[in-house]
């Protein structure tokens, strides 16, 4: 260990270190205005019951693009608005951007599920419930077209905070659902304690449905949990054909991936959904 603490101090001073380093003063200084500069973009991926190939919803997926054009993906700039705490007028703006595109999506006759990500920062902080309770308000949106994602860490939490958070957005009938299920701690108890909508099992394991590894052993004993915890599973990441028919087969109950429907910016999805002519009935 103490080898490696000095590997790691040496480490420190690389250009390589430096110039992550300097990235991330960038991010940090550049992030405080993307909100207020309205750089900011939530970008929707469609989501399809497999029964049908029905769409059934969407999950909203933040961007940043910067005046000049280029894209900067969450993966590089969610971690430092946690750090910074900026997690929290954003997270708040994608709440209410969320809600936003779910009525106008309403107002189209398109009642899909909209899915959003949350911080587990957010829900350490008092007062989240209340803002979605605000939002949905503002916008007029019924609680059923809302589904909000959360890791598994966040079950973790022994505080209060959370559970009671759960508690009034279950009352409220916003739907809950674990993202990437399967890659942190996977306890059944914490499953029972915090009663999910749906588990969202993890590309890693719809990969493995077909590159040889498991043939899918995973993604199969999570389905049967769900089932018998009475909760619904959606795979992440299908690109082909083969994995939609694995599922198919395991009984999962909806998929999202490149196979279906990549990540579009908002006119772009109105226009998919005309594509998908059948009448989406997501949450009637
Ligand atoms: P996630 O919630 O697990 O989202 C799925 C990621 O997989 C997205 O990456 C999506 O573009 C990508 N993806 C979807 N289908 C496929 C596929 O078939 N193949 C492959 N290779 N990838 C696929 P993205 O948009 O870069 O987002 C990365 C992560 O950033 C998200 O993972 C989520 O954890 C986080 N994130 C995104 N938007 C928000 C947000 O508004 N708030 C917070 N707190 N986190 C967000
Ligand atoms: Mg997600
Ligand atoms: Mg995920
Ligand atoms: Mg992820």
């Given at each position: 260990a103490a080898k490696e603490a000095g590997r790691a101090n040496h480490q420190f001073f690389t250009p390589e270190l430096n110039k992550r380093a300097s990235e991330r003063m960038w991010l940090e200084s550049n992030l405080r205005h993307a909100l207020a500069d309205n750089e900011l973009e939530l970008h929707f991926q469609p989501q399809f019951a497999v029964?049908?190939?029905?769409?059934?919803g969407a999950e909203g997926l933040l961007r940043w693009r910067r005046r000049d054009g280029t894209m900067i993906p969450p993966g590089q700039f969610i971690p430092v608005a946690e750090d910074t705490g900026l997690i929290q007028p954003i997270g708040d703006w994608v709440l209410g951007e969320a809600c936003r595109r779910a009525a106008d999506l309403l107002a189209r006759g398109h009642p899909l599920l909209i899915a959003i990500n949350l911080s587990a920062v957010q829900l350490r902080r008092p007062g989240l419930a209340d803002r979605v309770a605000f939002w949905l308000d503002a916008y007029k949106?019924?609680?059923?077209?809302l589904e909000l994602e959360v890791t598994e860490?966040?079950?973790?939490?022994?505080?209060?905070m959370v559970s009671n958070t759960f508690a009034r957005l279950r009352e409220m009938g916003v739907a809950l659902a674990i993202d990437d299920f399967g890659t942190g701690y996977s306890s059944l108890s914490y499953l029972k304690r915090f009663r999910v909508d749906k588990l969202k099992i993890d590309r890693s394991f719809v990969t493995s449905l077909t590159d040889?590894?498991?043939?899918g052993a995973i993604a199969e004993a999570i389905i049967g949990m769900a089932r018998s915890l009475r909760m619904q599973t959606l795979a992440e990441g299908v690109e082909t054909e083969e994995q939609f028919g694995g599922l198919a087969r395991l009984g999962c109950d909806q998929i999202q991936g490149y196979l279906l429907g990549r990540p579009m910016p908002y006119d772009d999805f109105v226009a998919f959904i005309a594509r998908h002519a059948d009448a989406p009935e997501a949450v009637g």
């Open positions: 029964d049908g190939r029905r769409l059934v949106v019924p609680a059923r077209c860490s966040v079950l973790m939490d022994e505080s209060d040889g590894s498991d043939g």
